[in-house]
């Protein structure tokens, strides 16, 4: 199975700043056929369930604000949020869907 | 965006099974893999299995081949996940999510969770 990797464990951003998560996967994640990368990026509040924020490492999903970025390739992945908003407050995980199973990171809790 | 509709909250005995259901809305049901995700209290979210609806084809993580079973009834745009010999450490919110795009495990819609407590 791909291990990812999330870092850190947990963040504190202060409201409008940037906070950036960051993401290795134990392989590529470089899908040849369409040269993008098959690494997503979720929202995780409690008492719902995970939303898809970004996917192929850097688009974003219908509906999530462009404060939220996703870069990188190959097995080094970046989560970025810009002006960072109260309602930001929750555990962000990166995923890998380039194998079965796909894997998650341990998970980022960003703060205020 | 499909809406997926989870059933309700379960208390089971360790050793019994659970049976958590997930329905598509109207059109909710194509090649895009139907799968479930869960979180255990503290941990992560880790995938369990995957079905294609349409076709009934299911696979599994290996951690949890030989204990779960996922299914699908297309008439009622419904699938469902039964885990059993159910131990302590299966208590958890059990997701369903399906994929964005067939193929590609990247799970854009989610039902709302199904908290099953496994206690004694």
């Known amino acids: 199975d791909i291990v990812m990797t999330q870092s850190p464990d947990s963040l504190a951003v202060s409201l409008g700043e940037r906070a950036t998560i960051k993401c290795k996967s134990s392989?590529?994640?470089?899908?040849?056929?369409?040269?993008?990368?098959?690494l997503a990026w979720y929202q995780h509040k409690p008492g719902q369930p995970p939303k898809l924020l970004i996917y192929?490492?850097?688009t974003r999903e219908s509906g999530v604000p462009a404060r939220f970025a996703g870069s990188g390739s190959g097995t080094e992945f970046t989560l970025t949020i810009n002006s960072l908003q109260a309602e930001d407050v929750a555990l962000y995980y990166c995923?890998?869907?380039?194998?079965?199973?796909?894997?998650f990171g341990g998970g980022t809790k960003v703060e205020i | 965006q499909v809406q997926l509709v989870q059933s309700g909250a379960e208390v089971k005995k360790p050793g019994s099974s659970v049976k958590v259901s997930c329905k598509a809305s109207?059109?909710?049901?194509?090649?895009?893999?139907i799968t479930w995700v869960r979180q255990a209290p503290g941990q992560g979210l880790e995938w369990m299995g995957g079905?294609?609806?349409?076709?009934?084809?299911?696979n599994y993580a290996q951690k949890f081949q030989g204990r779960v079973t996922i299914t699908a009834d297309t008439s009622t745009t419904t699938a469902f996940m039964e885990l059993s010999s159910l131990r302590a450490d299966d208590t958890a919110i059990y997701y369903c999510?399906?994929?964005?795009?067939?193929?590609?495990?990247?799970?854009?819609?989610w039902g709302h969770g199904t908290l099953v407590t496994v206690s004694s």
């Open positions: 079905i294609i609806p349409i076709f009934g084809t299911a």
């Open positions: 109207e059109g909710g049901f194509t090649t895009q893999a």
């Open positions: 999510a399906r994929e964005r795009q067939a193929g590609f495990a990247i799970l854009s819609s």
């Open positions: 392989q590529s994640l470089l899908y040849a056929s369409n040269n993008r990368n098959n």
């Open positions: 192929w490492a850097s």
């Open positions: 995923q890998q869907y380039f194998n079965t199973p796909p894997t």
